[in-house]
Every structure is written in structure tokens, then in C-alpha cells.
């Protein structure tokens, strides 16, 4: 929606059921709401589109839908690292193109790379790291590690994880995992320098934010060889245009911001979004409070 066309609707709205891309609030779209405003409810975990600062200065309350996507979204992420890892797009490409019959016979031909046996290390141990962290095992990884802004022994010990630094960690893993908020903290976290101290062989996967990756020095890394390939399924800016030198890499997979994009975990996306817009509407705590 365009933004004089979102601005007119907003006026005099009681409640904002919003999603990443599709509605944000900042202190323009406050002031045009109106002080009858009271909850803004966004179909999603992450907020960075919202300024909940501003809301919480207004008495704006803000919900979001946490947990009930972090299966979806580690599923996804599972999903890109072995496409990723086990070539398939460019596997599926041979048949189409019909160049399978060039290697029939050849065992060495268009190998992968495993995941069992891998280091994994993850970015950000909120609901969805941990998700990602249960499924790895469940893959055989040799060990997971994690970074995050404040140590999660609780979690840690249960799945028999590993914290370590960001360098650490970025020297030791051969599979990268982001799954953290976007914030000043976090913006940018893998850059040029970041890229520089991981393996060669490493790959990279992207499920929060596409700012969390400073994209042009991804692009250079991959191009120099300094990392082995990525798996996104965000990137700057979204959509993504179709000729971006992203989209021509043979080691690179995209997908269109779908992490939690299945139909069972919409329709509990959506309704824990009404859950929270109706008890703002009622006076009532949120399910799932942001402020
Ligand atoms: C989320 O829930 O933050 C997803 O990225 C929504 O698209």
C-alpha cells in the first residue's frame, strides 16, 4: 500500500493488524492514528518494523506472535542449508538442462558436502535458534555453538550447546546460522571483516533479517572464495530484484521471505494476532506482549 494510502486509512483506527512489509508504525503513523490507538498487533515475531519505543510512550500496546513459528522457520532453515550444502538447485538444473548423462558413471561428479559431522554455529538463541539447535542434532551435527547477547545456560545445557564469541565462533563453524533481531547490535554482524575469519568452506544461512548481512560484502566473500556459499531467505531489499548478481550465483539459495510461510503456521500467526489486538481493545495483558 502506498504510504498516503496507508496514512489515510490509519486515521482513527483503534487497533493495527499489521505485517513485516506490509504496514509499520513510526511516530508519523502514531500522530495520524490517533490518540484513540490503542494496540497494534504484527503477524510476525520480529519488529523491527514497529517502533515500540514511540508505542510504549503513547500507551500504544504491541503484540507479536512469537513461538508458534519457530518450528516452521527452523524447518526452513534446515531446508536451506542442505540445499545449499547438497547442490540441488544446481543438481535439478542438470536434468533440466539434460547434462546428468555427462556424468553418468563418474562417482565423483557434482558431490555436496554433508551436514552430519558439521560444526554449526547460531547467531541468536531466542525460540527459533533453539528450534534450529533441536533439529540440528537430530542431523548428527559434531557440535552446535551459540552466540547471543546474553548466555542461555538453561537451554544450553538441555541441548548440550556451546557458547562462545562471535569470532570464536565464526572461525570454528563450517555451517553459520543467523536467527537474531534486528538491532543496532545486530546490524551488519556478518560484514567483510566477519566473512574474513570464517573457513572457506563455509556456508552461510540468513532466516532474520537481510540487514543482519552487509549484502555487498557477502557478494564479495562469495566471489572471492572467502566462504563456500548461502542460503537466504532475506535479503536488501525485499523483493529482491530478479537480476541482482544474488540471483546468478551457483552456490547462493533464495527464497522470498517464507521462513514461516505454511499454512498451519499463518493461521496460528493470525490467531494469536487477533488474540493480542482483541485484549488491547478490552483493557486485557496481551498473549504475546511487546510492550
Ligand atoms: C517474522 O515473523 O518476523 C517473519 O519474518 C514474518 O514474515
Not at 493461521?267 to 485484549?279: E, P, S
Given at each position: 500500500?502506498?504510504?498516503?494510502e496507508?496514512?489515510?486509512?490509519v486515521?482513527?483506527v483503534?487497533?493495527?493488524?499489521?505485517h513485516?512489509?506490509?504496514?509499520?508504525?513510526?511516530?508519523?503513523v502514531?500522530e495520524?492514528?490517533?490518540?484513540?490507538l490503542?494496540?497494534?498487533?504484527t503477524?510476525?515475531?520480529?519488529?523491527?518494523?514497529?517502533?515500540?519505543?514511540?508505542?510504549?510512550?503513547?500507551?500504544v500496546?504491541?503484540?507479536?506472535?512469537?513461538?508458534?513459528?519457530?518450528?516452521?522457520?527452523?524447518?526452513h532453515?534446515?531446508?536451506?542449508?542442505?540445499?545449499?550444502?547438497?547442490?540441488?538447485?544446481?543438481l535439478?538444473?542438470?536434468?533440466?538442462?539434460?547434462?546428468?548423462?555427462?556424468?553418468?558413471?563418474?562417482?565423483?561428479?557434482?558431490?555436496?558436502?554433508?551436514?552430519?559431522?558439521?560444526?554449526?554455529?547460531i547467531?541468536?538463541?531466542?525460540?527459533?535458534g533453539?528450534?534450529?539447535a533441536?533439529?540440528?542434532?537430530?542431523?548428527?551435527?559434531?557440535?552446535?555453538?551459540?552466540?547471543?547477547?546474553?548466555?542461555?545456560?538453561?537451554?544450553?545445557?538441555?541441548?548440550?550447546?556451546?557458547?562462545a564469541?562471535?569470532?570464536?565462533?565464526?572461525?570454528q563453524?563450517?555451517?553459520?546460522?543467523?536467527?537474531?533481531?534486528?538491532?543496532?547490535?545486530?546490524?551488519?554482524?556478518?560484514?567483510?571483516?566477519?566473512?574474513?575469519k570464517?573457513k572457506?568452506?563455509?556456508?552461510?544461512?540468513?532466516?532474520?533479517?537481510?540487514?543482519?548481512i552487509?549484502?555487498?560484502?557477502?557478494?564479495?566473500?562469495?566471489?572471492?572464495?572467502e566462504?563456500?556459499g548461502?542460503?537466504?531467505?532475506?535479503?536488501?531489499?525485499?523483493?529482491?530484484?530478479?537480476?541482482?548478481?544474488?540471483?546468478?550465483?551457483?552456490?547462493v539459495?533464495?527464497?522470498?521471505?517464507?521462513?514461516?510461510?505454511?499454512?498451519?503456521?499463518?493461521?496460528?500467526?493470525?490467531?494469536?494476532?487477533?488474540?493480542?489486538?482483541?485484549?488491547?481493545?478490552?483493557?486485557?495483558?496481551?498473549p504475546?506482549?511487546?510492550?
Open positions: 500500500m502506498p504510504q498516503d496507508y496514512l489515510r486509512r486515521k482513527g483503534h487497533a493495527l493488524c499489521i513485516p512489509g506490509v504496514g509499520h508504525v513510526d511516530q508519523e502514531l495520524t492514528a490517533g490518540p484513540q490503542k494496540v497494534v498487533g503477524m510476525s515475531v520480529g519488529y523491527d518494523h514497529i517502533d515500540v519505543a514511540a508505542c510504549k510512550a503513547k500507551g500496546k504491541v503484540g507479536n506472535t512469537p513461538y508458534v513459528l519457530s518450528d516452521s522457520v527452523a524447518e532453515t534446515i531446508c536451506l542449508a542442505l540445499m545449499v550444502l547438497r547442490r540441488v538447485p544446481f535439478m538444473g542438470s536434468i533440466v538442462a539434460d547434462t546428468w548423462k555427462n556424468n553418468k558413471g563418474s562417482a565423483f561428479a557434482s558431490l555436496g558436502a554433508s551436514l552430519h559431522g558439521k560444526t554449526v554455529g547467531i541468536g538463541l531466542g525460540g527459533i533453539k528450534a534450529i533441536e533439529r540440528l542434532i537430530a542431523f548428527k551435527v559434531n557440535k552446535v555453538i551459540y552466540n547471543s547477547r546474553t548466555q542461555k545456560p538453561d537451554v544450553a545445557k538441555l541441548l548440550g550447546l556451546e557458547f564469541t562471535l569470532d570464536n565462533l565464526l572461525s563453524c563450517d555451517l553459520v546460522i543467523t536467527s537474531c533481531d534486528l538491532n543496532e547490535s545486530t546490524k551488519h554482524i556478518l560484514n567483510r571483516e566477519a566473512f574474513k570464517m572457506k568452506s563455509a556456508i552461510v544461512v540468513n532466516i532474520s533479517r537481510g540487514p543482519i552487509e549484502q555487498h560484502h557477502l557478494i564479495e566473500a562469495l566471489q572471492n572464495g566462504i563456500a548461502a542460503g537466504l531467505d532475506v535479503m536488501t531489499p525485499e523483493p529482491l530484484p530478479f537480476d541482482h548478481p544474488l540471483t546468478k550465483m551457483p552456490n539459495v533464495l527464497t522470498p521471505h517464507m521462513g514461516s510461510a505454511t499454512w498451519e503456521t499463518r493461521m496460528a500467526m493470525g490467531d494469536l494476532t487477533v488474540k493480542n489486538i482483541i485484549a488491547g481493545l478490552q483493557d486485557q495483558p496481551l504475546a506482549p511487546l510492550c
